[in-house]
């Protein structure tokens, strides 16, 4: 007993890719002797198209993570930086690139942002003299009583007892809590 499936050409496959209508045409000539071979067939089938859906998807986007990146790199000492201009600045909506940035990369958006202001920050910290609140402006914050929290909480101490610890430039220059907000 063999199971055909009929329609050998059928309209939907104008619209797909050569090698999708070819697929689909394939699978609608073949003569199956039994269910499981037509099973298999159908989701093998669907497996490349759904394959070949992603592999779109994905070279669409290729070059996104890398323009977002290298937006960020550039732009991670401006304060007004967001997730809505970096995706404005990408042709993209803010939602998808950051539901996308976190796809790739397993970080939230703003969350990586605030980790390359870090990275900045400690940089600075050990190889300048640059009090707390120069160094604040130039990493794109605002508030230095924040950053002192943002910092404390990534790194364990204080940027002060970082900048200690690593005995950068003069030690203590900004030992006081000068232009820190920080209260005695």
Do not use: N
């Given at each position: 007993?063999?199971?055909?499936?009929?329609?050998?050409?059928?309209?939907?496959?104008?619209?797909?890719?050569r090698e999708a209508a070819a697929s689909l045409t394939k699978l609608f000539a073949t003569r199956?002797?039994?269910?499981?071979?037509?099973?298999?067939?159908?989701?093998?089938?669907?497996?490349?198209?759904?394959?070949?859906?992603?592999?779109?998807?994905?070279?669409k986007n290729a070059g996104l993570l890398e323009q977002a990146l290298?937006?960020?790199?550039?732009?991670y000492t401006d304060a007004g930086l967001s997730s809505e201009g970096i995706a404005d600045?990408?042709?993209?909506?803010?939602?998808?690139l950051?539901?996308?940035?976190?796809?790739?990369?397993?970080?939230?958006?703003?969350?990586?942002?605030?980790?390359?202001r870090m990275t900045k920050a400690k940089e600075l910290l050990i190889r300048t003299d640059l009090k707390i609140k120069?160094?604040?402006?130039?990493?794109?914050?605002?508030?230095?009583n924040n950053f002192f929290r943002k910092f404390k909480k990534?790194?364990?101490?204080?940027?002060?007892?970082?900048?200690?610890?690593?005995?950068?430039g003069r030690e203590g220059a900004s030992g006081d809590g000068a232009g820190t907000g920080q209260g005695g």
């Open positions: 007993m063999a199971l055909a499936v009929g329609v050998v050409k059928h309209p939907l496959t104008k619209d797909l890719p199956f002797e039994t269910i499981a071979e037509l099973q298999t067939a159908v989701i093998g089938f669907c497996r490349g198209v759904c394959d070949d859906i992603a592999s779109r998807k994905e070279s290298a937006y960020i790199d550039g732009h600045t990408l042709g993209v909506s803010r939602s998808y950051s539901r996308y940035f976190k796809d790739q990369t397993g970080i939230p958006l703003m969350q990586y942002v605030d980790g390359i120069e160094i604040v402006e130039q990493v794109g914050l605002t508030d230095p990534r790194e364990g101490v204080t940027p002060l007892e970082y900048r200690s610890a690593r005995g950068s």
